[in-house]
């Protein structure tokens, strides 16, 4: 004989105000099997959990079920619970009367009656239920950090000096990310080099860290605590225990001064042979394959340059990919942004006039290591008048970016001090739509700089043009209600950011989701911001959305905190809810191991029947499904439980 | 008026009031339309809002400030609205009532008799559906083409090409009626309901197919604004149609002689608004002979000319400067000898603004159509 309990909760006025409590418990108590059916008004609290616990344990009651909010809420909440009071937790069910009932309907009748259904039909289901036993598996003490800018770094210093074993892996030939390509970082006017190039050494000294430079991860599989990843390392046709960063190689090169550099988004030229920035890390030259005539024609001139220059003979173009089996028990996603594309504004003229730049190549003509050696200028000459406008990209319905991106207000009052401070005379405007200075020091940053001089007219400009070769800028001044039409040398357009090309790839092989607006989409916005729906993978960085450096670092603390609590404890429990084989049941026809997206199912040849690896298995249901013997049976959602479910409803 | 309706209607509360439809109007800085005041003015609401603003008329209903608003607000279809509403007060300016007028009296705006719709085709030999001929292609004339004596030469140029092309169609003859367009624009929405519904029975009756355009305004309305067509019907501008012909390898020019140095200026129906840029361009740029040039603001970026939203009859202020006139100007300057357009609305308002700017010495302007004729 099965003894239920059934706990009605109020959740204060939420549900009670429109739903009749009283009377759904008195109803309840007529169910079979039902011993002990009461409303109170906060189940979830410490009065209300000790409620089922004193009858779990007074009462002898072998399932309970709680009307309440979504499981989602407080499922771990009432599972934890029955467990304290000695109660198997898979003996539990939600029957959820608040976002499905109280919250979505105004008629009381009607939400009365339908709460009843939802009880009625919770109670079919865990009438049915079965005990079951979580299962645990141990985590590999290793981690894989993807994506080496600065929350790539961040993470991988956390975790690595807490004893565990980092693999950091970047595409690039060297970390850094998008801050070792920025000048001066706001609002404290730090070098960005100059903060970031010593976290770069420390990676790349730290004995935990194992840098994996200019490679890609190719593809993911398995589950938390135990990821197998491939990992291509590409070739750089340079060995990498013999090359010293000389650079020889580069002055040599037949084609020196002749690719587009992109490090300096092609503001400035470079040979085949190339390193990023002089600091790089690890200092090692790549042979760009795209661009070298000997890896594209077979053949370079009459004899191999750099070769010859070589003093560590380190060129050996006989180097191939080569591929890398790692496996790790949690990973960290901090792959980062690219610009927003600005050619997809094409009122603004960017990619028409060399006088229009972005944001980002502003910062390579401000640095000092960039293409003009930190002088601002345009046709060789240093401007006299530049316009900023912002929101390029971003907050824009047209382009499918709705959202903010967060540091443009910000990098874009920035570059304005930059211009002031290296052209005094210049005349600076900013228009905008709004400034958004939120973070701490922004607001005296922006207050500062408007007290240098630079003017913030409100209005995005309508279109940059060219009147017999003169740049112009039309634009409403919406403050003053006039239309103008300005002359500048120089427009800086504050571009926003957006997802990588390789993100929606890489979400593909992780089998984590993209949010709306392409960034990694973390598990919940308010409260898990660095975990993803996928147990053991992280985020960090702005590969989970725009954000600046200070935000970033600490996301990347954040998400090596929540890697390194699985590292730690070296164990981690998995849900039960898998696929059970009924061996007499099963044929052998392995369909179900052609419709398994988990790759869970595996053909035993001895036993002639498919065996299920409980791990790997998400409990899906698909293969339960397709298995035309009706040999595989779902725990915790049987066939029987879902019948019974639906029975209670209509 | 009920302004918060029509603030819903037109998806007006999402304004951010950021300036960028008044930045990029093409009118802003010589009118009194200030589209993003207006906007402004709707969504406060309350029982000062002027829907009889000056302004309202002035625009050209071009698309610059709805294509390029981050918020996706419906600036144009909310000014037609506007106008409306003006309408039915009965507030109109009186040249734009004569137009709308004599469309109800004469199936066209410009005034001209209904039976002399196809004197442009005089002497030649062409399918009229008025007459039992039967085609499944129409080749839709307009009202500008048929009546204006300029624009006249358009659909004769056409006309030759499609022969020379051994291309069966048909036009409507003197039955043809105004699309209704610039009507629908100008806020005469009952006019517009009224042309469609007998346009869209005259199609069926003649069981038409597919129809080819002259004027990107009318293109504009079949492709966009008329329902109720079956799934296998289409609509194309002539210029998609003949460069469809053209890569396909049926259309042969000869070498263009004398040589000429063309600009292509985009209008704004076919353009921007329609995403036709490039089949114009293929039909001039494999003419030998002809060396083609952009302007700055080409594309997406066409400066409007003026000439939509019922602009054709609405007076302009002397002493300003017309769009058309910036353009002329700006042609010269690049060096072209002809400005090349594919709307006979641009072609009026450019060739009138060659003579208020006293360029007729140096430039000309054609159609495309015109071009091609020449060279078949």
Known sequence: MKKIGIYICHCGVNIASTVDVKKVASYAKNLPNVVVSTDYVYMCSEPGQELIKKDIREKGLDMVVV?????????????????EAGLNPYCFEMANIREQCSWVHEDREKATEKAIGLIKSAVARVSLSEPLEEKEVPVAQTALVIGGGIAGIQASLDIAN????????????????????????????????????????????????????????????????????????????????????????????????????????GLSKRAVPYILFPQAVPLIYTIDPNHCLYIQKGKCGDKLLCKEACTADAINFDQKEEFLELDVGTIIVATGIDPFDAALKPEYGYGKYPEVINGLEFERLSSASGPTGGEIMVNNKKPKKIVFISCVGSRDKQVGNEYCSRVCCMYTAKHAHLVKE?????????????????????????????????????????????????????????????????????????????????????????????????????????????????????????????KDIPDSVAQAKGAASSALVLLETGRVKLEPFCAVIDKDRCGGCRICEGVCSYSALKYDPEQKVMTVNEALCEGCGVCSSACPSGAIKMNHFTDKQIQAQIGGLV | ???????????????????????????????????????????????????????????????????????????????????????????????????????????????KPAVKRTDWAKGINIKRFDNNDKSSLLLYIGCTPSYDPRCQKIPVALVKIFNNLNIDFGILGNEECCCGNEMKKMGEFGLFEYLAEDNISMFKKYDIKKIVTISPHCYNTFKNDYHGFGPEFEVKHYTEYLSEHAEAGRLRLNKSDPRRVVVYHDPCYLGKRNKIFDAPRKLLSNIKGIELKEFDRAKERSVCCEGGGGKMWLESTPGVERLGEQRVREAVEIGADTIVTSCPFCLINLEDAVKTTNNEEKIKVMDVAEIVAELV
């Open chain 1, 422 to 546: 290296k052209i005094p005379d210049a005349q600076v405007i900013v228009c905008y739509t709004d400034v958004r200075a939120f973070g701490k020091g922004f607001e005296e940053f922006y207050d500062r700089v408007k007290n240098e001089g630079v003017i913030y007219r409100r209005g995005s400009v309508g279109e940059v043009y060219k009147k017999a070769g003169q740049l112009i800028v039309r634009s409403e001044d919406t403050l003053t209600g006039e239309v103008y039409e300005e002359e500048t040398d120089l427009v800086v357009l504050a571009v926003g950011l957006v997802q990588r090309n390789e993100g929606v790839g890489l979400a593909g092989l992780l089998r984590i989701p993209l949010g709306p607006d392409k960034f990694f989409l973390e598990a919940h916005p308010k409260l898990r911001p660095v975990d993803t729906s996928m147990k053991g993978i992280y985020l960090a960085g702005c590969a989970q959305g725009p």
């Open chain 1, 162 to 265: 807490a004893g565990f074993k980092v693999y950091l892996v970047e595409k690039e030939p060297s970390i850094g990310g998008r801050m070792a390509q920025l000048d001066k970082t706001f609002p404290t006017l730090d070098c960005s080099a100059c903060i970031l190039t010593p976290k770069m050494v420390e990676a790349a000294r730290n004995k935990n860290i194992e840098l994996l430079t200019y490679s890609e991860v190719t593809d993911v599989s398995g589950y938390v605590g135990n990821f197998k990843v491939k990992v291509k390392k590409k070739p750089r046709y340079i060995d990498v225990e013999k090359c010293t960063g000389c650079g020889n190689c580069a002055s040599a090169c037949r084609l020196k001064g002749r690719i587009p550099d992109e490090f300096n988004l």
């Open chain 2, 1 to 111: 008026m009920d302004l918060q309706q029509l603030a819903h209607k037109y998806d007006l509360y999402g304004c951010v009031q950021c300036g960028k439809c008044t930045g990029s109007c093409p009118v802003s800085l010589k009118s009194d339309l200030q589209i993003r005041r207006l906007v402004y003015d709707a969504i406060k609401g309350g029982d000062n809002f002027v829907s009889e603003r000056k302004g309202i008329w002035e625009c050209t209903t071009c698309g610059n400030c709805e294509l390029r608003c981050p918020k996706s607000t419906k600036p144009v279809d909310f000014i037609s609205e506007l106008r409306s509403f003006v309408i039915e007060k009965g507030k109109v300016p009186a040249t734009l009532r004569a137009a709308l007028e004599s469309v109800l009296k004469h199936k066209n705006p410009w005034n």
């Open chain 1, 67 to 83: 009307a309440s909010c979504s499981p989602t809420m407080h499922e771990p909440t009432f599972r934890t619970a029955v467990q």
